[in-house]
T-cell receptor, first 109, second 112 residues
Framework: GIQVEQSPPDLILQEGANSTLRCNFS?????LQWFHQNPWGQLINLFY???GTKQNGRLSATTVATERYSLLYISSSQTTDSGVYFC???????????FGAGTRLTVKP | KAGVTQTPRYLIKTRGQQVTLSCSPI?????VSWYQQTPGQGLQFLFE???????NKGNFPGRFSGRQFSNSRSEMNVSTLELGDSALYLC???????????FGPGTRLTVL
């Protein structure tokens, strides 16, 4: 099946720093989403981005489908950005998303 | 518009028992997918239902089953619980295949 790799696995930043999270996938996909999991386990939608570039405030994302990777940019990080960020891809049209292992981000004040 | 809801939020069972979890999708969404999250295996796809039909199933034993009702609400059942079934169970809803998925808050199951 499709493989999804996220890097780095762990990231520690000082408040105000910028960061880039990467997601590589091994096959073509119909859907790609980025999520932030809060401490209570809820997956918060960040981006639905099978291709192209999107921005939402301090966050932006780019997916290059032909090269099978996606990037999540976080600028001017805040302590509330801490948590685990997941990339998930859907290899077909049946909503069976495959998740990466996540990047655990810690932002220190 | 109300989000995806899951009940119960927390559940404690003993080995050998069975459990039923419920998921109500966003109004108008016809697809419901279920996922299991554990520290060791991460987030894994269980199955997906669309218009009351199971369209896809992940690599889980037959003890894990589900169904979807005509109002798109879905239930999943785990029979003969094992310690390893302790996990956060998440459901997600979407309009259709390859559409954006929205997740519920999850049900945290502990098997003693």
């Amino acid at each position: 099946g499709i493989q999804v790799e996220q890097s780095p696995p762990d990231l520690i930043l000082q408040e105000g720093a910028n960061s880039t999270l990467r997601c590589n996938f091994s096959d073509s996909v119909n859907n790609l989403q980025w999520f932030h999991q809060n401490p209570w386990g809820q997956l918060i939608n960040l981006f639905y981005i099978p291709s192209g570039t999107k921005q939402n405030g301090r966050l932006s994302a780019t997916t290059v489908a032909t090269e099978r990777y996606s990037l999540l940019y976080i600028s001017s990080s805040q302590t509330t950005d801490s948590g685990v960020y997941f990339c998930a891809v859907e290899p077909d049209n049946n909503n069976d998303m495959r998740f990466g292992a996540g990047t655990r981000l810690t932002v220190k004040p | 518009k109300a989000g995806v809801t899951q009940t119960p939020r927390y559940l404690i069972k003993t080995r050998g028992q069975q459990v039923t979890l419920s998921c109500s999708p966003i109004s108008g969404h016809r697809s419901v997918s279920w996922y299991q999250q554990t520290p060791g295996q991460g987030l894994q796809f269980l199955f997906e239902y669309f218009s009351e039909t199971q369209r896809n199933k992940g690599n889980f034993p037959g003890r894990f089953s589900g169904r979807q009702f005509s109002n798109s609400r879905s239930e999943m059942n785990v029979s003969t619980l094992e310690l390893g079934d302790s996990a956060l169970y998440l459901c997600a809803s979407s309009l259709s295949g390859a559409a954006e998925q929205f997740f519920g808050p999850g049900t945290r199951l502990t098997v003693l």
